[in-house]
């Protein structure tokens, strides 16, 4: 067990404690809080990392002494300092990083995304999903949860159709081709994409390939509302919060956002990948 996912354990296990002597269910916890059911007890298992603010809440329920209340601050504040290791992250288990990651996304309302090498998670149907955790968990060396995983990426999914949300996509057209699984699986997958294009609170860009590049396509990123950057990286998720880098990463989007196709452009390059691969179906 890694140390990161042992540190989750404890302050589960530490949290559980406090709403126990506060003679609190953790559905009456829920109702006060206003979250799911399955909020608290992913946190007190040790499926979802529990953040500053929600142990701050928390605290303020179950009436804990601000010594106490301090101690699990620091506890928590620790966890998403290592959180960034994605070794650490992976070896606690492919579905509890999505369960992390579907957390954030609740407290989201403007979503911007760029993504060179994969298509987006949010956008993933089951199937190009399952061959991508399987492909991560051979290189993390990951807990062999790939079917929990892909429940709860689909599950993520459910927030596109949340009309007071707004998704912003863009993705080079080589992801259309890169073969990360068998063509059946990719031809499935841009159908997907060609419904996402229809989604009135969707934007979905492709940087076509004869588009000239404002700059290099370095990395992925993601901006959530104007508050935290996501850059991930092999071996770490780095988290920018800083004013000035949110609005690097901003400029950035906005410049890849001016140069790529959407709405009927975008379709058109969907339909030309996907006449691509049902020649190569037939050879």
């Given at each position: 067990m890694s140390g990161f996912q042992?540190?989750?354990?404890?302050?589960?296990?530490?949290?559980?404690?406090?709403?126990?002597?506060?003679?609190?269910?953790?559905?009456?916890?829920?109702?006060?809080l206003n979250w799911q059911p399955s909020k608290v007890s992913r946190i007190e298992n040790a499926r979802q990392t529990a953040t500053e603010d929600d142990v701050v809440v928390w605290a303020q329920v179950v009436r804990a002494e601000p010594a106490v209340v301090d101690g699990l601050i620091q506890q928590a504040v620790g966890l998403v300092e290592r959180q960034d290791s994605w070794r650490g992250r992976h070896k606690s288990g492919l579905a509890a990083l999505q369960e992390d990651i579907?957390?954030?996304?609740?407290?989201?309302?403007?979503?911007?995304?760029?993504?060179?090498?994969?298509?987006?998670?949010?956008?993933?149907?089951?199937?190009?999903?399952?061959h991508i955790f399987a492909k991560v968990r051979?290189?993390?060396?990951?807990?062999?949860?790939?079917?929990?995983?892909?429940?709860?990426?689909?599950?993520?999914?459910?927030?596109?159709?949340?009309?007071?949300?707004?998704?912003?996509?863009?993705?080079?057209?080589?992801?259309?081709?890169?073969?990360?699984?068998?063509i059946d699986v990719m031809r499935g997958q841009l159908d997907r994409l060609l419904a996402v294009t229809t989604l009135p609170n969707v934007e979905f860009g492709i940087l076509p390939f004869t588009t000239p590049l404002p700059s290099a396509l370095l990395?992925?990123?993601?901006?959530?509302?104007?508050?935290?950057?996501?850059?991930?990286?092999?071996?770490?998720?780095?988290?920018?919060?800083?004013?000035?880098?949110?609005a690097f990463y901003a400029r950035a989007f906005e410049e890849f956002a001016?140069?790529?196709?959407?709405?009927?452009?975008?379709?058109?390059?969907?339909?030309?990948?996907?006449?691509?691969?049902?020649?190569?179906?037939?050879?």
């Open positions: 042992q540190a989750r354990i404890d302050l589960g296990l530490q949290l559980r404690q406090l709403r126990e002597s506060a003679h609190l269910s953790g559905k009456d916890l829920a109702e006060r579907r957390d954030l996304e609740s407290r989201t309302r403007t979503f911007r995304a760029f993504e060179p090498g994969v298509v987006i998670g949010l956008l993933q149907t089951s199937e190009y999903a399952r051979r290189l993390y060396e990951a807990t062999d949860d790939v079917d929990a995983a892909i429940r709860v990426r689909m599950q993520r999914q459910e927030i596109l159709y949340d009309p007071t949300r707004t998704f912003r996509f863009i993705i080079p057209e080589s992801v259309l081709y890169y073969r990360l699984a068998p990395n992925a990123f993601w901006i959530y509302n104007d508050a935290l950057v996501a850059v991930p990286t092999r071996t770490k998720d780095i988290l920018l919060r800083d004013p000035d880098d949110i001016e140069v790529a196709a959407f709405r009927e452009e975008a379709r058109s390059v969907l339909v030309r990948a996907a006449d691509d691969y049902a020649k190569q179906s037939v050879d």
